[in-house]
Structure formats: structure tokens, C-alpha cells
């Protein structure tokens, strides 16, 4: 799935030709500067180093140079890196840069065909041999791509080269075969160690891989579904981790409720947007797999992290108790966020500083006596807290509960965080003394950090308060 960076209006004209001949390409476009596009960023070299860290296809519709210096500090190891290609934002050129071993040249003559231009090429062995050795079919690996460089260097050096098994893709290169070849190609499935001056292929193992690599290139296999349960984290998109956004952005449907699919959003025309009621969490669980089933991506959204007090428990306890294949065929993911309790306490300090424990306060799911057990144990083990769902209409009588059981263990100048709606609109943040600390302060979009017995504040320039917790317990070490 390649993600396409431009920078440029008329980048992303270009762009949208090449998506329209690579459908399931994500546009990212410069905020500000490009209109359209499927995601937006602001900081080109940071946003290109994620993609190619998590191995994702890049075309960057940009000057070669820029897109060499963003990768410069991280390039070491050819064998893993994913193709990367400039494109000249008019479409007069199409240069693949890395990912030789990944088939960047292969794209590079998709690109340049879409474009109507001639792919600058400069692989002497491609050109030679045509671009079939090192890019099998999604059926077969290259088992040993770090050996490529000298093998080919031999090639082109004027050693001859034998096959053995069969590799139908190598028919239509133009490699110098001889049946006493120096080199070898072999296509085998033994795991044996590869010899000097010897290329391994593999049929792959896993066939439910090989069905969805030939559906991605439209040999017609059903396709294996995806169902990622991701976390947007607090609100802000900024704190929302890269490959979320990418998970987003490859979605087909898109599950979750409506606060948080429009803190998501906006999507695609062609993304189908299911905003969940309030059916019980199981249900909704199950209507996921459901959906992936068919073979379709589909994203549920969590705020925060999906397995805090979110969707993923559910998904992940839908799968052990179904014994449907099509379920466990499903490639699931539960990929995480920045939780309220992380969120808040680094706006405050680091309340979270030395040992926590986070609880819901919520007794829909829990008998109320492991609560109040939880809280009053945690106290006297001396852990600084997070209360998640802290007070709601129909349990009010449970925080004053809980505070009361604060206090018997905490002094009352124990400081209190309470952030709410931190990384949305109307953020706040307070700190107060435990003394201090009523219901009336707190709502359900609160999440309340209580202090340990060494959590301390002192007064910031600005007029608010930093919370800490210090890493050391007992008495201050000496310096
Ligand atoms: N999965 C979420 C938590 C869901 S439970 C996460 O990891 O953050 C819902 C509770 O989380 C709310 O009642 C509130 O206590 C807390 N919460 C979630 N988002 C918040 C935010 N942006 N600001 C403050 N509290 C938040």
C-alpha cells in the first residue's frame, strides 16, 4: 500500500494520476499547502522517516535530493528497506531511489507508465536482466537478498548461472544460463544454509499470505481481511501515533462512536463510516469480525489506548470465543494510543513518576466492594492513582465514596491532577490539595491523578502548578 507525499498543488495533480493507476495509494499532503489530500502533515522529513521505518512503500513528489537527505540518518539495511521513489511533481520523471531488493524498479515502470515517461533506471543488473531475479511472485521469498549485490555483480562480471527447480518468473529474464553455470539460483523448500555464489527462493509457508499478496495484485484469490483496533489517543491528531494514521487511512469501514470517529475523521468518500450505538461491547465486537470477514479492512477506534478501558478486551475475547475460521483467518492488530491518565499527567508533570495503578471507577462491569477493596489497598501500598470514568448521572454516590477512602490513607495535601478533555477543545487542567478535591469538580471526560505519599507541586512561571513524583522512595538520595 503506498503512501504518496506531496508537497505541491501541482504535485498533487500528479498524485491523483498516479492513485488512479495504484488504487489503495494514500495521498499525504503538506498541510497548508495541498488541498485533497487523504491525510495531512506538517514536517516532511519526520513524516517520511515513519513511513519507511514501518517498511511502507514511498512515492515522494519531490526532488530527489530532499527526499535522500530526510532518509540519509536512517538508512543501514538494504535487505529490509521498503521501496522509495522521487517523482518530479509535474510527472516528467520518475526516479526509483532504495528498495532494489523490494521491487522498487518494478513500481518505478508502473509509475512511469501511468505517467507516460521513461523510468529513470540506473540498476545496471536490471537493465541487463530484466527486473524478474530479485522480485519474485508474492509466491516465492528471496531468502538471502544481502548476498544480491555480489551475485549479480558476478552476473554482470560474465559468470554463467544454472536453475534449479522451477522458477517460471526467471523465464523472462535475460540471465546467461548454462547447465555448468559458477552461479546458482535455487527454488527449494529446505531451510539448508545458502552456499557461496548461490541465490535460495522459497514458496512461501503460509498460504493465507499468498492468497492475500496475489488478491493485492489481482490475481483474484479471496482477499484476507483486516481489523485493526487502534487508539486515537487524547484528541489532538498530533499525539496520535503514525501508524494509526496509516491503519485510517488504508480503512475500508470504520466502526466507533461518533466522538471519536469525528475526532478521526474526515474520511473518504470511498470509506464507509458505521457509527456504533450503544450496544453492549461483545455485540460490537462480534459485528467487526463479521465485516473483516469478507475481507474487507476495517478500523475500530478507541480514544486513548484501545486496551485501557476500550474495545480491544472485547475484540481479543470475540475471536477466543468464536471458532469460526474466517474469524481467526482475519489479520487483526490492536494498535495503541496515549492514554488519559499518560496525557494528563505529562501536562501536569509526572505525577506517574515512580510506581501506579490506574482504575476504573465505574461499577457497570465490576461489583462496587473490588473497588472500593482496589482503592483502599493501593492507597495503603502507597501508589499514586488514575481514576478513569470517575462520576456519571447514574453513579453519583461513588466518588465521594472513593475520596473518602483517599483520605483516611492520604494527607490532605496530597496533590490531585484533574485533567479534562485534555487534547480536545476546552482542555483543563487542574491541580489541587486532596483537601480541596470535591465531586462537583469532576465530570465523566475527567480523568483524576491522586498523588503518593511523596508527590509533590510547586508554582510554574505561568501561574499553574507542576506535579512530580520522584523516582526514588523513602529518603533522598545524596548526590
Ligand atoms: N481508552 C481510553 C479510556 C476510556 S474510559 C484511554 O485510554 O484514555 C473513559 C474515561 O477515560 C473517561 O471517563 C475519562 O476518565 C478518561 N478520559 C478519556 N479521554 C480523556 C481526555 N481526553 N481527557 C480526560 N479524561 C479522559
Redesign the pocket.
Known amino acids: 500500500m503506498p503512501v504518496i507525499l506531496v508537497l505541491s498543488a501541482l504535485g498533487m495533480e500528479t498524485a491523483l494520476r498516479i492513485k488512479a493507476g495504484l488504487p489503495g495509494a494514500a495521498i499525504y499532503g503538506f498541510e497548508g499547502r495541498v488541498e485533497g489530500a487523504d491525510v495531512s502533515f506538517s514536517n516532511f522529513g519526520e513524516t517520511i522517516r515513519e513511513h519507511y521505518q514501518s517498511g511502507q512503500t514511498i512515492i515522494a513528489l519531490c526532488a530527489a535530493g530532499i527526499t535522500i537527505r530526510s532518509l540519509a540518518l536512517i538508512l543501514d539495511n538494504k535487505g529490509a528497506e521498503p521501496p522509495v521513489l522521487a517523482v518530479a511533481d509535474d510527472g516528467s520523471a520518475v526516479v526509483p531511489l532504495l528498495g532494489g531488493t523490494a521491487g522498487v524498479n518494478v513500481l518505478a515502470r508502473q509509475i512511469a507508465q501511468i505517467l507516460d515517461v521513461a523510468p529513470a533506471i540506473t540498476t545496471s543488473g536490471e537493465l541487463r536482466f530484466g527486473t524478474c531475479l530479485l522480485n519474485p511472485p508474492p509466491e516465492f521469498i528471496l531468502k538471502n537478498p544481502e548476498d544480491a549485490k555480489t551475485f549479480i555483480s558476478d552476473l554482470l562480471a560474465g559468470k554463467t548461472v544454472r536453475i534449479e527447480g522451477d522458477a517460471p518468473w526467471l523465464k523472462e529474464a535475460r540471465l546467461p544460463l548454462d547447465d555448468s553455470g559458477e552461479l546458482l539460483i535455487r527454488v527449494t523448500t529446505s531451510d539448508a544454509a545458502p552456499q557461496e555464489g548461490e541465490l535460495i527462493f522459497q514458496p512461501r509457508k503460509d498460504p493465507v499470505i499468498n492468497a492475500a499478496t496475489s488478491e493485492d495484485i489481482g490475481a483474484g484469490a479471496p482477499k484476507r481481511g483486516r481489523l485493526a483496533v487502534v487508539?486515537l489517543g487524547?484528541?489532538d491528531p498530533d499525539f496520535m501515533i503514525p501508524v494509526v494514521k496509516q491503519e485510517i487511512a488504508r480503512a475500508e469501514i470504520i466502526l466507533g462512536y461518533e466522538t471519536y470517529v469525528r475526532m478521526a475523521g474526515p474520511f473518504r468518500p470511498d470509506q464507509t463510516v458505521h457509527m456504533t450505538d450503544n450496544r453492549e461491547e461483545m455485540q460490537r465486537a462480534r459485528h467487526a469480525f463479521e465485516l473483516a470477514a469478507t475481507g474487507r479492512s476495517v478500523v475500530m477506534i478507541?480514544?486513548?489506548?484501545?486496551g485501557?478501558?476500550?474495545m480491544a478486551a472485547a475484540v481479543i475475547e470475540a475471536l477466543h470465543d468464536s471458532d469460526d475460521p474466517t474469524w481467526h483467518n482475519v489479520h487483526l492488530e490492536i494498535l495503541p494510543?496515549v492514554?488519559?491518565?499518560l496525557?494528563?499527567a505529562s501536562h501536569s508533570g509526572a505525577p506517574l513518576g515512580h510506581d501506579f495503578c490506574i482504575l476504573?471507577l465505574s461499577d457497570n462491569l465490576k461489583p462496587w466492594d473490588i473497588i472500593e477493596k482496589r482503592i483502599a489497598l493501593a492507597a495503603e501500598a502507597d501508589f499514586a492513582m488514575a481514576?478513569?470514568?470517575?462520576i456519571s448521572k447514574p453513579r453519583p454516590w461513588q466518588l465521594p465514596r472513593a475520596i473518602e477512602i483517599l483520605r483516611q490513607y492520604r494527607s490532605p495535601e496530597t496533590p490531585i491532577v484533574l485533567?479534562?478533555?485534555?487534547?480536545?477543545p476546552g482542555?483543563s487542567l487542574r491541580v489541587i490539595p486532596l483537601a480541596e478535591l470535591t465531586p462537583q469538580q469532576v465530570d465523566?471526560?475527567?480523568?483524576?491523578i491522586v498523588g503518593s505519599s511523596l508527590t509533590r507541586s510547586f508554582d510554574r512561571i505561568d501561574g499553574g502548578k507542576w506535579v512530580y513524583t520522584p523516582r526514588w522512595y523513602g529518603t533522598k538520595p545524596e548526590v
Open positions: 487508539g487524547p484528541g478507541s480514544s486513548g489506548d484501545p485501557v478501558f476500550a494510543g492514554s488519559a491518565a496525557a494528563a476504573s481514576f478513569y470514568n470517575p485533567g479534562r478533555d485534555i487534547g480536545r482542555a465523566m471526560r475527567t480523568v483524576i
